[in-house]
């Protein structure tokens, strides 16, 4: 006989309200996103296809798409779902991305992160890093139900999170995907629970693992000119010339900014300036308190997000709703960090906002499965056990 998941033992806090806050964020963000791609890429965009809103029109289109993806997500597929042998078909799905990007995937800017799908260009490990979450939960899900034992627990973690994450830092050198994974998990077990010490183990290997992924790869080792781009041997003209011209966007925004349409980085001075570095437009066009804006508004998705958690009628819906949440807000504070010079460029981009169309549909698809979550916490029992009926379950 099945066992159940764990319930929430108390009535959970009404989630209808943080529901709608997410709602109202995401597509405020999502807006702000369209004006700023067409600002700082019409330049580029005229000098490379000859039509200014070229950029902004793939983004439209990648908009429908994430938001149907969303929907389906939301209010067709119940989030149950993936506590049980679906999650396997996801996470399969993942595996064969990395694979075939790592045998077949493009180059460019010095990474294989691309996958050429006939007309479509994809970025999977966007996709991948959702499919390693909804893994992560299910897996300290049967822990929490008494379905594995440790042993077998450490194994499944470690053949089926930690492998592929590994494979993904290597075959794509991207420590910036693999610091978002990272944080989803540490996400996952404080939300499930998780003995401090484990946490502070688990954490402790992760900095360990970061800092000789940075200075043992004297890529990622040069990165830290950005405490110093003036002193990158050509005179902030090589390595530093981009993490300068985005000071210089911030210093022309002043506190009011140069106005909507006025930046002058975006007139081809400033690298990649609709995707990775798109904030220090936003710095420049609209100044410090747009800025803030932008980074309160993802404050206030990391609290909807929680509340969402907080609300769920059990443990795996608050793990994937909670790890979701925070993965999105991580990437956020990545992005603006480096930006700003606190943290090396990573070439994560700015959820809802920078130019992508792999991101944004991750993005919506992340918030889907959160809503989904918030869904399902506002039905009595009766209805659960009815949703319940549509998910397959493991037998012991």
């Not at 929430?8 to 702000?32: E, I």
């Not at 206030?300 to 609300?311: M, P, S, T």
Request: aromatic share 10%; net charge negative; with cysteine.
């Amino acid at each position: 006989m099945a066992r159940e998941r764990t319930s929430r033992p108390v009535p959970a806090p009404d989630a209808n309200g943080p529901r709608l806050v997410l709602l109202l964020v995401v597509l405020g963000l999502t807006l702000l996103g369209f004006v700023m791609i067409y600002s700082a890429s019409s330049i580029s965009a005229i000098t490379e296809e000859g039509n200014q809103v070229s950029y902004l029109t793939d983004q439209l289109v990648f908009a429908v798409i994430g938001v149907v993806a969303a929907f389906v997500l939301w209010k067709v597929i119940p989030y149950h779902i993936w506590a049980g042998p679906a999650v396997w078909v996801i996470w399969g799905i993942a595996v064969v991305l990395l694979l075939l990007t790592a045998l077949l995937g493009l180059t460019a800017l010095g990474a294989q992160r691309w996958l050429l799908l006939g007309p479509i260009s994809l970025q999977p490990s966007e996709f991948v890093k959702i499919a390693l979450i909804l893994m992560a939960a299910r897996l300290f899900s049967d822990l929490r139900a008494g379905m594995v034992d440790m042993q077998t627990f450490i194994v499944q973690v470690i053949v089926l999170v930690i492998a592929p994450t590994g494979f993904l830092f290597i075959t794509q050198s991207d420590l910036g995907t693999t610091a978002i994974i990272a944080v989803g998990v540490l996400a996952v077990m404080w939300l499930g629970e998780v003995p401090l010490r484990t946490m502070l183990i688990t954490i402790a290997a992760l900095v360990a693992f970061a800092a000789i992924a940075v200075f043992g790869s004297s890529y990622r080792g040069d990165r830290f000119l950005y405490l110093n781009p003036w002193n990158d041997g050509q005179g902030g003209q090589g390595a530093g010339y981009q993490i300068i011209h985005s000071y210089y966007a911030f210093a022309e925004g002043g506190i009011f900014g140069s106005g909507l349409g006025n930046s002058r980085e975006k007139y081809l001075y400033l690298p990649e300036s609709e995707t990775d570095f798109i904030f220090a437009i936003i710095g420049e066009e609209l100044g410090l308190i747009g800025a803030l804006v932008v980074i309160a508004a993802f404050l206030v998705l990391l609290w909807a997000g929680l509340r969402i958690a907080r609300a769920a009628s059990d443990d795996f819906g608050a793990m994937i709703a909670g790890a979701l949440t925070i993965m999105l807000v991580f990437q956020a504070f990545l992005n603006i960090g480096c930006a700003i010079g606190v943290f090396p460029t990573t070439g994560k981009p700015l959820p809802f906002i920078s130019s992508g169309g792999s991101s944004l549909i991750a993005s919506f698809m992340m918030v889907g499965i959160i809503m989904a979550v918030s869904e399902d916490s506002g039905k009595d029992v009766f209805e659960r056990r009815r949703e319940d009926l549509r998910v397959v379950r493991r037998a012991d």
